[in-house]
């Protein structure tokens, strides 16, 4: 099921190395060179975009599910909703009155803005989202939910096609899918106008970009090269594989994924790496020698510039109603607490006359710059020793250490509300920012038997999922001293599925003869599946709003630290 290796008679491939694995029908796995030459063909790409787009339709009428109940700002949805609607209507962040948040809910959005610009600590591509929702249902629930429903939802729909791109089976690719799909913790986040949904989409983006990129490198280069290069100083195809238009996708989705959050320069620096390495493999595969050297400067330096420049230019551009405005930026926030903290000094262009022309984009620039030095004082320094109470230590995260409650209505009297609970309890409402405990604690098994792969089979499918959860949670270890929360770790949750989906493909194994031992294997990941979607209809009532009896809430309540 999950091989991607052709079924090529011996008699057609050239010689081989001893010592290499076979097919599911007992021949020789060809060489690399070979393989690329004769790229297997995925299943039918009708079937496999039909259940692909069925999985994702699924996961969007899900999240619509009573999308605008609570009706209320929840959590981090009192910053991002009125920083969007202000983007939309003003073209930068302005500062709002401190009852805002009634008069937006009792739908009125008119008094509520000063004239000051509000200092916002994150980018804005997320907000701009968030305001397309706004702009075309309102500035209500609804409406500055959509946006994030929408993109959890085609988050699915790329998480099924990555994995059916890695695993040659549109049945495992759907199984990733829905596995991603029935995740509380992504679930939650796609019917919240926070900003980690976006954040987690483009990353998983980019990095699908990137596999596809390898599959399109390694056949771009079987097309230039009929038979293996024979000269030790050769280089192998240069010119004609300058231009990578996956690549350049990629550097779109990272500088798009950066300009939600900063989070994504970890795996973009690491992925980055990989793709030098993916293309010295390939040019070994075709008889380049010294290729690891050779290709970081033939492809290397390419990708950077796909990659990183490309992302660059894109960042930078989701600046651009910050820079159009940067006077107003400039007037009200170039002498703040975070621009003093330890000694800062004023922006130098607080004093500067304006500039015009050319000179005007760089004294915005320059002011773009050190607003990104207060920025990153905020979130590096100046937190440094708060708390919060949902804070939770990140060396927890995978084992869903303190999940976060986004709205809760407790209390509610029997008799009231609907509640039936005995005389002597009480009813309540809650929204838990929670992941399905059975994926994620079954995640942390498939993470350990990925790196065993990756490092012990070299197989490089795996390393897509290692090097994805490292680069996406290790990182925020060094700033738990501060306080950082659970549901930042849903842009590792991709990766932590691919290793199960990876998993559950090689416990099946490649060959569709029944046997015995497939049938078991098929039994078992079957019913893992089944057990994460009936883990997610038990957590349900505490993910949609739902009222419970007390007695109900602490039935799901597992641990004293997820109260």
Known sequence: MTSRAPDVPIATAPARRAGLSRTASGRPVPLAALRARGRVGLEDPVIGWSASIAVAMLALLLRLWHLGTPHELEFDETYYAKDAWSLLHFGYAHDYISNANEKILSGDTTGIWKDSAEMIVHPEVGKWLIALGEKAFGMDPFGWRIASVVVGSLMVLVMCRLARRLTGSTLLGCVAGLLLTFDGLQFVLSRLALLDIFAAFFTLSAVACLVADRDWYRARMARLLPEPVTDRRGWGPVRRLLFRPWLLASGVCWGLSCGTKWDALYPMAAFGLLVWLWSAGARRSFGVRWAVLRSALVDGVPAFVHLVLVGLVVYVSTWTGWLIHAEQYEKWLSATQYTHYHGGQDW??????????????????????????????????????????????????????????????????????????????????????????????????????????????????????????????????????????LFYAVVTLPFTVLALTLAMGRLIGTSPVPTPRRTAAVVVAGSFLVLVMLNFAWFWPIWTDQLLTHQEWLDRIWFTRWI
């Open 348 to 485: 130098p262009t607080r004093n500067e006359p304006d500039a015009s022309g050319l000179g005007e984009v760089v004294q915005s620039l320059d002011s773009l710059w050190h607003y990104h030095r207060d920025i990153y004082v905020f979130h590096t320094h100046f937190l440094n020793g708060s708390t919060h109470i949902y804070g939770s230590k990140p060396s927890g995260w995978l084992l869903l250490n303190r999940p976060v409650g986004v709205s809760a209505d407790v209390d509610i009297k029997p008799g009231t509300q609907g509640c039936d609970a005995p005389a002597d309890s009480t009813c309540l409402r809650q929204v838990l920012l929670l992941g399905t405990p059975v994926l994620w604690w079954g995640g942390v098994l498939a993470l350990v038997f990925a790196a065993f792969m990756w490092l012990g089979a070299r197989d490089w499918r795996f390393g897509v999922a290692v090097v994805g959860v490292l680069t996406t949670w290790l990182p925020w270890l060094m700033y738990d001293d501060r306080p950082i929360f």
